[in-house]
């Protein structure tokens, strides 16, 4: 029973020690990869445990818990319930005779906090994994073949043994370069070891490859200037828009991945900083890949143009999902590969559609896109070591012909613009010369119409002049008419009168000789009596007849332009009582109201006064005018309406003093004057009567005679539907 447990046990152990049985690596010339970098990590004959335990260290083989694992094959499932990565790797190395001569040296290619240990020996440490008590944090350091540190106790022909202790945390959004991306792929370089021809291959192409990229950024940078000068002097040129936009990004994008690549890169930068470095790069440069399809499409508005613009967001949008899903950004994702692809394929299809529109112009742009193709196209063809400045050469060529070809593009463009404004400039100056010359002779020919219009002009003022003249008189007679036809009425009345009184005093007469004959004398003197009071009746009504006729020759006569004192209560009420009867004379079936409202403590006033009887007299006609229309309007529209019943045309003339200014008002209750030609009423021929029934002077005159001759002011209040009222001030 004892035997068959110490078996059991002893089978166990073997099986332990076979599961971590170490295989020796070999290292020699021929494990050369890329660029003359051995990358230890792929190699087979690596243990593993993972854990902090440091203790077996110094305990030379490793115990119980180890397994065979290549560095390149950890993955994310390894990670601990605190997110963390930490394990140990053990090998033996053996180090080929034929680097005898020939130092090694180690570059570290991750952010994880790693020890390496040679022969129980710590080497070198990057970050702290936490074994000396400290805090652990990542490697801050920069990846940089310069800083390729020499590993003078690897010796050639022998064996080492190399312990390395790597511990990382990665984490979403920008995870750590340890376990990042698919697994297994992109951790090759945990760390290289390297020869020293190829560092100092590192060292001498960096000053070549720090000056292409100065010189490409350079040319970037006057390109994205002289861009954006040329478009604010010319906002409306959309191409020059886009050609900034394309140059801006295009020198960001480059300018950011040469200072990341750089010597100048900074020494202490953190890994979130770095990722942030990496994204926007990657930012950068997925906007001009995709952009530059869009950019050549606009150039001759190919139909499709309008969905390419999409995906320029569309492609930044799934290249930030791509960075924060994890993709590693020193190495190319499968996305970026087919985004480039993608594009590259849209920008040959686009060079050929503008291949096709067979425009000079558009053949600059197709040889930048093609220059670029083709010096990529010259890579593969240069040696990494030898030939890496037509390497790098090649590669700064492709970077900036299309960009270049655009500024051309743009140049001769100009230039043929200004070879066409030129051109037009000369027709225009050619066209100038004829127009003078055709000028000169309409100039000639324009002042001898001119001299034959003047005279026609003239003839034509002394005409209107003439007309203007009658136009004003027969003004004056119009309203002399309309006075006559009220005079005769006025004068009327006195005639009766008087031809009354003379036939009953003739009758008196007789009658009292009678009763002289009968010696009646008492009786004959009661007749005298009636007789001398008849007399004096007719004496009345003939000064008042006399009177009417001096005020008829008064306004018929032309100013003398003297003011006298006036009483304008007595003109307005007497040419109040003419144009009334005046009208009813012209129109049987008129009748209106007329009212005064005189104020009695009116003094006399020094006016012209038959200046101011023809205001009054042209107001009042006015008024009578708009009440008669407004009556007339109103019958036959509505002849049992409750308006006919209730409309009175009516007419008030009021006269106040107020301070030192006397003021005339001439009411009625028309229909008003139309807001549309309220301010055209003082225009001289303006009226709204019916053809021939107004001459348009009426206001205008009396607008002049009111504010010239007497330095008042005539104005018009009016309701539409209710009437207006003419201020004489």
């Keep these: ?34 660029v003359q970098e051995i990358y230890p990590g792929k190699k087979h004959g690596w243990c593993f445990k993972q854990g902090s335990d440091s203790s077996w260290v110094v305990d030379g083989m490793p115990g119980k818990g180890w397994k065979k694992l290549r560095p390149v094959d950890i993955n994310t499932k390894m990670v601990d319930s605190r997110g963390l990565f930490e394990g140990w790797f053990r ?7 034929s680097f005898a001569n020939t130092p090694l040296f180690a570059f570290i290619g991750t952010r994880a906090a790693q020890d390496i240990f040679i022969d129980n020996v710590l080497y070198f440490s990057t970050g702290n994994t936490g074994i000396n008590g400290k805090p652990y944090h990542e490697y801050e350091g920069v990846f940089h073949y310069l800083q390729a540190t020499a590993m003078p106790l690897l010796k050639a022909g022998s064996v080492h043994t190399i312990l390395w202790h790597i511990k990382d945390a990665p984490g979403a959004p920008f995870k750590s370069q340890l376990l990042k991306g698919q697994l297994g792929s992109g951790i090759h370089n945990l760390f290289e070891i390297t020869s020293p021809e190829f560092v100092e291959w590192q060292k001498a192409r960096t000053p070549y490859i720090t000056g292409l990229s100065i010189v490409g950024n350079s040319i970037l940078f006057i390109l994205f200037c002289l861009f954006f000068l040329l478009w604010l002097l010319n906002s409306a040129d959309k191409n020059l828009r886009r050609f900034t936009i394309f140059s801006g990004v295009y020198f960001l994008a480059l300018a950011v991945s040469n200072f990341e690549h750089s010597i100048v890169y900074p020494t202490d930068i953190s890994f979130l900083q770095q990722n942030l470095l990496d994204f926007t790069v990657n930012t950068f440069i997925v906007f001009f890949i995709s952009y530059a399809p869009y950019l050549l499409a606009k150039l001759e508005d190919h139909r499709y143009a309008g969905v390419v613009k999409w995906m320029v ?17 020193n190495d190319s994702s499968v996305f970026f590969l087919l985004v480039c692809l993608l594009n590259l394929l849209l920008c040959l299809y686009f060079v050929a559609f503008l291949y096709r529109t067979g425009k000079k112009l558009n053949r600059i742009i197709i040889s930048g896109v093609l220059g670029s193709l083709l010096f990529i196209s010259f890579l593969p063809f240069t040696t990494p070591i030898y030939g890496y400045k037509l390497f790098f050469l090649f590669i700064f060529l492709s970077s900036i012909s299309f960009p270049v070809s655009l500024m051309i593009y ?11 404004v030129r051109a037009n400039a000369d027709t225009i100056v050619q066209l100038s010369e004829e127009k003078r010359v055709q000028a000169e002779k309409q100039q000639k020919i324009l002042k001898e119409e001119v001299a034959k219009q003047t ?22 007679m119009a309203s002399l008419g ?88 007595a003109l307005c009420d007497e040419y109040l009582r003419l144009a009334y009867h005046g009208y009813r004379a012209k129109d049987k079936s008129f009748n209106a109201k007329f009212e005064t409202h005189f104020d009695p403590s009116l003094p006399k006033v020094n006016v012209m006064t038959q200046d101011i009887g023809r205001v009054v007299l042209n107001l009042i006609n ?34 106040k003093r107020s301070g030192n200014q006397v003021e005339i008002l001439i009411e009625d209750n028309g229909d008003g004057i139309p807001a549309a030609v309220l301010n055209k009423i003082f225009q001289p021929f303006f009226t709204t009567k019916p053809t021939g029934q107004g001459t348009g002077l009426g206001l205008s005159l009396s607008y002049d005679i009111v504010t010239n001759g007497h330095g008042g002011k005539l104005q018009v209040t009016t309701e539409a539907g209710t009437g207006t009222t003419f201020h004489i001030l």
């Design 1 to 34: 029973m004892q035997l068959k447990k110490l078996a059991i046990v002893t089978v166990f152990l073997l099986h332990v020690l076979a599961l971590c049985a170490q295989d020796t690596i070999l290292l020699s010339p021929k494990d050369y990869e890329d």
């Design 482 to 569: 309309e006075l006559t036809a009220g005079i005769a009425h006025e004068i009327q009345n006195p005639l009766n009168f008087v031809n009354n009184f003379s036939e009953v005093s003739n009758e008196l007469i007789d009658e009292m000789k009678e009763e002289m004959a009968a010696g009646n004398l008492q009786h004959a003197k009661e007749i005298a009596d009636d007789l001398k009071e008849n007399l004096s009746k007719i004496n009345h009504h003939g000064k008042r007849a006399d009177s009417i006729v001096k005020g008829m020759l008064q306004h018929s006569r032309n100013s003398s332009g003297q003011k006298e004192p006036t009483d304008l209560n």
């Design 455 to 476: 005279i026609e002009l003239r003839n034509s003022l002394n005409e209107l002049k003439a007309t203007q003249s009658q136009l004003i008189q027969s003004e004056k």
């Design 410 to 420: 743009t140049a001769v463009r100009f230039k043929w613009m200004l070879s066409e």
């Design 91 to 97: 090998a033996d190395i053996e180090i080929d005779s």
């Design 313 to 329: 967001p569309v492609s930044i949008v799934l290249s930030f999902f791509d960075f924060y899903l994890g993709a590693n950004s």
């Design 622 to 655: 006015n008024a009578f005018y708009a009440v008669n229309e407004k009556a007339k309007q109103i019958k036959p529209a509505h002849p049992q309406s409750a308006d006919q019943e209730t409309y009175q045309p009516q007419v008030t003339v009021s006269t």
